[in-house]
């Protein structure tokens, strides 16, 4: 019995897998005829309602699709599988509703608040709604939680996407402020840390403190190329 088990198991992983490939291909029709058979047999399986939702949504059957979708978010099954909730994020995001999408993240979060994973899901969805400040707040409330000094770039890094996408450019001063702070303290870490602070400090017409950052002891160390080096303080001249 247990070997009978064992190949029915593997018989349903493959087709599920063959689903899979049908969408990769965007044989939608052919994914949602593999599905049938499966969703008779096991009716309440959230990984085949997901899968049923995203090739009926690809078939241009968003109502049905969403309605799918809407039934299985709440699911607690759903919120402590991370495959299945990406799964049902490209259904929200392709159906136009990238909102539900960060829910379907916070809802899990909410069970799961020390996962890591499931707190850079919620960032990334911000990010993809262009919540910018949702998701600087966010990344700092991820840097207090968690104390990698990562997360606390990543706020200064949405900051500036506010200003991009119409914000104040006075947000640049606390950003600029927050970025001396590390500078002041040893903190830049990295190459594109570096790259973030000189262009808070082009953008507000502040040359002569950008020359100093290159010229200083982190532009030295965290160019990996002289000629590069050289290249930006011309240009800050």
Not at 165 to 185: F, I, M, P, Y
Not at 206 to 223: F, I, N, Q, S, T
Request: aromatic share 6%; with cysteine.
């Amino acid at each position: 019995p247990g070997g009978r088990t064992s190949r029915m198991s593997h018989q349903v992983t493959s087709k599920i897998r063959a689903v899979y490939e049908a969408l990769e291909m965007h044989k939608n029709k052919q994914a949602l005829k593999l599905i049938a058979p499966l969703l008779e047999k096991k009716p309440a399986n959230c990984q085949l309602r997901i899968l049923k939702a995203m090739a009926l949504l690809r078939l241009a059957k968003k109502d049905e699709a969403l309605k799918i979708a809407r039934e299985v978010k709440a699911l607690p099954e759903v919120a402590a599988d991370e495959n299945l909730l990406n799964n049902l994020a490209v259904v929200f995001r392709e159906g136009g509703c990238s909102s539900e999408a960060t829910e379907c993240f916070l809802g899990a979060l909410e069970r799961q608040p020390n996962s890591i994973d499931l707190t850079l899901c919620v960032f990334q969805s911000y990010g993809r709604d262009r919540a910018f400040l949702k998701q600087q707040q966010f990344a700092q409330k991820m840097h207090k939680q968690f104390g990698d000094d990562r997360y606390q770039l990543w706020g200064i890094a949405c900051t500036t996407l506010q200003v991009l996408d119409g914000g104040s450019e006075k947000l640049l001063v606390l950003a600029e402020r927050q970025l001396k702070r590390r500078e002041d303290e040893g903190k830049l870490g990295g190459y594109e840390e570096l790259l973030l602070y000189l262009w808070i400090l082009e953008r507000q017409g502040k040359y002569e403190e950008a020359l100093r950052v290159v010229d200083g002891p982190d532009g030295a160390k965290l160019y990996t190329s002289t000629v590069e080096r050289l290249q930006t303080k011309a240009s800050f001249l």
